[in-house]
């Protein structure tokens, strides 16, 4: 069992950077690929980024690629992601996210965290 706790989130102007971060309990955390997702209201919560275990594979969706940023920290149990030009859009509730193996499918993930909300404002 992994249980999820994200943080970071806030208000931030557009243009602006942030980091969001996930802490995991647990001692197996370094056995999980990592990924993060976010909901925007009235929307499906969609694919945005994902690590493997040991940080040698990242996968990001199109529409942030070369804005987004994730790694991990096995030492400390902890996924981050650091966004940067922020947009309007990237407004939404992101989740992280646990699974055997590194996906851009929601339905890999055996578990996830509360969610911390982003809001960019234009």
């Known amino acids: 069992q992994v249980q999820l706790v994200e943080s970071g989130g806030g208000l931030v102007q557009a243009g602006g950077s942030l980091r969001i971060s996930c802490a995991a309990s647990g001692r197996t955390f370094s056995t999980y690929a990592m990924g993060w997702f976010r909901q925007a209201p009235g929307k499906e919560r969609e694919f945005v980024a994902a690590i493997s275990r040991d940080s040698g594979s990242t996968y990001y969706a199109e529409s942030v690629t070369g804005r987004f940023t994730i790694s991990r920290d096995n030492a400390k149990n902890t996924v981050y992601l650091q966004i940067d030009s922020l947009k309007p859009e990237d407004t939404a509730d992101y989740y992280c996210?646990?699974?055997?193996?590194?996906?851009?499918?929601?339905?890999?993930?055996?578990?996830w965290g509360q969610g911390t909300q982003v809001t960019v404002s234009s």
């Open positions: 996210a646990a699974s055997i193996a590194p996906s851009r499918q929601r339905a890999q993930y055996d578990y």
